[in-house]
């Protein structure tokens, strides 16, 4: 069975303090051992001491971006090395670094590759434009996000990485996709390219998320359905009751 994962993508929110306050609530609230796994990922200049307020706790850390070399004449980057050692996962082509900052499919390929190569866990991120989603553009869209972002994958790195399926139109909205919309394209769309790349085998182990306006409210619904695996969550991720609420909704299910 493939593990279910509650990951908060903090975006561009909460100081060094701040953080470190809502980490320490988080764990105090969501308490051991768990059928969950916990992802926490703050903004780059928060993650050394959210770590450290994390160590032995199992949640673990991610960050939101990094850059695809190893180091050299990138400022403002950071690498994939940098990061080992402080976080364990990365969030890689969000909607918002590929319409905000110009990320290509290639270079989140690359992305992929780099935080492979480095020991890091690549939550990988698709999803349409409103646009494509009522020209009917869906499924050949993500399809192709999800190829091309897993070019020179392997099986065996495959089972290392974790997609999420999150529609532009579902991102801060409150206007999440449904349960049945979001299933749909997690399991016949994201799951399904993973098959054509890299077989049955792969497609069935590969951790699919869904993101989009979750919250604690639409979770179990969410949860319930065969092809999602778990949630990227943004915006309520950044209250410690509802976060928790989200782990503990999900873990009742497992
Ligand atoms: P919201 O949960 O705020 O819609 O954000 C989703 C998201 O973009 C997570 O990466």
Not at 147 to 169: C, F, H, S
Request: with cysteine; proline share 3%.
């Amino acid at each position: 069975m493939r593990r279910p994962m509650m990951a908060g993508n903090w975006k561009m929110n909460k100081t060094v303090e701040e953080a470190v306050a809502l980490a320490r609530a988080i764990r105090e609230l969501v308490g051991g051992v768990h059928p969950v796994d916990r992802v926490l990922c703050p903004p780059f200049i928060d993650i050394p001491q959210v770590s450290a307020e994390l160590a032995g706790s199992q949640i673990a850390v991610g960050a939101q971006n990094m850059h695809w070399a190893a180091n050299g004449a990138y400022t403002g980057e950071i690498s994939a090395a940098m990061l080992r050692g402080v976080a364990d996962y990365v969030i890689l082509g969000h909607s918002e670094r590929r319409q905000y900052f110009a990320e290509t499919d290639e270079g989140v390929n690359r992305k992929v590759l780099a935080a492979l190569e480095a020991g890091l866990t690549p939550i990988l991120c698709v999803g349409e434009t409103l646009e494509q989603n009522e020209r009917g553009e869906t499924h050949s869209f993500v399809g192709g996000q999800v190829k091309a972002a897993l070019a020179g994958v392997t099986a065996d790195q495959m089972a290392r990485i974790v997609v999420a399926y999150e529609p532009i139109w579902a991102i801060g909205t409150g206007k999440a996709a449904t349960a049945a919309q979001a299933n749909a394209i997690c399991g016949g769309v994201v799951r399904n390219a993973v098959g054509e790349l890299l077989g049955a085998e792969a497609a069935a182990a590969a951790r699919v998320l869904y993101g989009g306006s979750t919250n604690e409210k639409n979770i179990g619904e969410i949860m319930a359905q065969p092809d999602i695996d778990g949630a990227l969550i943004g915006g309520a991720a950044l209250k410690a009751e509802s976060y928790v609420a989200m782990v503990r909704t999900t873990a009742a299910l497992y």
